[in-house]
């Protein structure tokens, strides 16, 4: 395992959740990190990701506005807050990444290493 993520739990809606990610192993300063999810039944789907020198962030169009992806080189850490917690963001969560060359990719197939996730669980 390469990457270590936690923080997950069981927050009512509208509630606050902030997850770490942490290089074990490896050094993430040069990487682009990204969380991806996955849900009951579903794909696993891009949330938000962050370059090395945290110059570029994106989100899924369904986080944008309540979740945060930043990142503490210094700490060897990537963490996303999230914030305003709806049902539907009910998953396991995996923080990804890959060497930094330049492009930012959203296909969880394209990241090289993964951390073992950690569930969240927003009640309504």
């Known amino acids: 395992v390469q990457l270590q993520a936690c923080g997950g739990g069981l927050v009512q809606a509208g509630g606050s959740l902030r997850l770490s990610c942490a290089g074990s192993g490896r050094t993430l300063s040069r990487d682009v990190v990204a969380w991806f999810r996955k849900g009951p039944g579903e794909e696993r789907e891009f949330v938000a990701g962050?370059?090395?020198?945290?110059?570029?962030?994106d989100y899924a169009d369904s986080v944008k506005g309540r979740f945060t992806v930043s990142r503490d080189n210094t700490k060897n850490a990537v963490y996303l807050q999230m914030d305003s917690l709806e049902p539907e963001d009910t998953a396991i969560y995996y923080c990804?990444?890959?060497?930094?060359?330049?492009?930012?990719?959203?296909?969880?197939?394209?990241?090289?290493?993964w951390g073992q996730g950690t569930q969240v669980t927003v009640s309504s």
């Open positions: 962050i370059s090395w020198s945290a110059a570029r962030t």
């Open positions: 990804a990444a890959y060497y930094d060359r330049g492009s930012f990719y959203y296909s969880h197939r394209l990241y090289d290493y």
